[in-house]
């Protein structure tokens, strides 16, 4: 009489470790993608605030520089906030022209494909990554 065999085999187990592994390898890079281009959206979407900010100086002050005869500075708004442990907001400003960016930091570092997104005064926007018009569209999303 033979006695039932319980349990794994080293091999069996062996094989089910190396398929998670597998997995692993596959599915973490596509997660951090993922990670990326929702901060990016979140990224684009407060530079657009912040130059609506910017437009509402102008609109009072007929400048861009001077807000109620003080220096202007960006608010801190709460997309700021919620991004500043990946994105570094900056405000380059003139009387008549102003650029905002957001340079990727720390987990967003690895965002090579876009890089820095700008927006200027006449709504043009960019990307440091790769300048094409369609790698902008899709850094913009």
Do not use: H
């Not at 033979?2 to 187990?13: D, K, P, W």
Request: glycine share 8%; net charge neutral; proline share 3%.
């Amino acid at each position: 009489m033979q006695s039932e065999q319980r349990g794994f085999s080293l091999m069996e187990l062996m094989v089910a470790v190396a398929v998670a592994g597998i997995l692993l390898a596959v599915a973490v890079p596509s997660y951090q993608n993922y990670l990326n281009g929702n901060r990016r959206a979140v990224a684009g979407a407060c530079l657009v605030e912040l130059s609506q900010f910017m437009e509402r100086v102008y609109t009072t002050s007929m400048v861009y520089n001077l807000n109620n005869g003080v220096a202007t500075a960006l608010p801190a708004t709460t997309c700021q906030q919620t991004l500043n442990a990946t994105y570094t907001f900056d405000l380059s400003v003139a009387a008549q022209s102003y650029t905002i960016s957001a340079a990727p930091k720390g987990a967003q570092s690895g965002d090579t494909a876009c890089g820095t997104l700008t927006i200027n005064e006449a709504g043009v926007r960019s990307a440091a990554g790769d300048s094409t018009p369609d790698q902008i569209k899709k850094c913009w999303g």
